[in-house]
């Protein structure tokens, strides 16, 4: 698993594209907080970062799905993928690599974004005017969340060799399980069960943690749509066996 987090972080590192993930990342993040005026903090009043943790999201439907597409999708294209499946590696140290090494990216454009917070801790009135704890849960959820994106890219790249199409269908998934759930809740369809709809959605429990309140049922969710998603990555891995 070693040698494929470091295979991929290496390739990462030595092409343009995680440069410009993050720096697309960092700059539309700071655009909509700082300048754009519907969503500027500074014309907004107010010493929170909504911005990020509302628009984030949708940012990263976009940009995760950049990252993965080429994870497996282009070593069964280069035809490298028979190659690598020839070391002793197993599967899970495989799927298990390439998804470490695009979280670890993901946490990586995360990271500068805290310098947003040092900012609005210090322009608020008084400084520190900040709620820290639900600023705190904000971040825990953006990560998990960028985890649970990495995990649906992972699985979407591994059916397909074709990048395009892998980035099409994990941008579609992403955006149906942290939204879909909740715009399917609101119909006037389901009665009593419509919370229960929109608790199977990620967005429910990202608001959740949002609040600063670290709920160990939301952390078992994200981490469970990430097991789901790696275990039904493997299950396309090893269709090639039968």
Not at 138 to 156: D, E, N, P, R
Not at 227 to 237: D, G, I, P, Q, S
Request: charged share 10%; proline share 3%; with cysteine.
């Amino acid at each position: 698993m070693i040698y494929i987090l470091q295979k991929e972080i290496n390739a990462f590192l030595h092409s343009l594209i995680a440069y410009i993930i993050i720096a697309v990342f960092l700059t539309s993040i700071g655009l909509l907080m700082w300048v754009f005026p519907d969503t500027s903090v500074l014309e907004y009043g107010f010493a929170d970062m909504s911005t990020l943790f509302n628009l984030g999201p949708y940012v990263f439907i976009f940009l995760i799905p950049a990252i993965t597409m080429r994870m497996f999708a282009e070593e069964k294209k280069a035809g490298t993928m028979e190659l690598l499946l020839t070391k002793p590696l197993h599967d899970w140290e495989i799927i298990l690599g390439k998804y470490l090494a695009g979280f670890v990216l993901v946490i990586f454009s995360i990271l500068p974004t805290l310098l947003y917070y040092l900012t609005i801790y210090q322009l608020g009135n008084p400084a520190g005017n900040i709620d820290t704890a639900g600023t705190m849960g904000s971040y825990a959820g953006l990560i998990l969340l960028g985890g649970v994106f990495t995990s649906i890219g992972i699985f979407s790249s591994s059916f397909t060799e074709n990048q395009v199409v892998s980035f099409i269908i994990a941008a579609f998934l992403c955006f149906v399980i942290y939204s879909g759930f909740q715009s399917l809740a609101a119909l006037p369809l389901w009665g009593g069960i419509a919370y229960k709809i929109e608790q199977m959605g990620i967005l429910y429990h990202y608001n959740a943690m949002s609040r600063g309140l670290i709920d160990s049922r939301n952390v078992v969710y994200f981490l469970s749509v990430i097991a789901l998603m790696l275990l039904l990555t493997n299950f396309v891995m090893s269709s090639r066996k039968w």
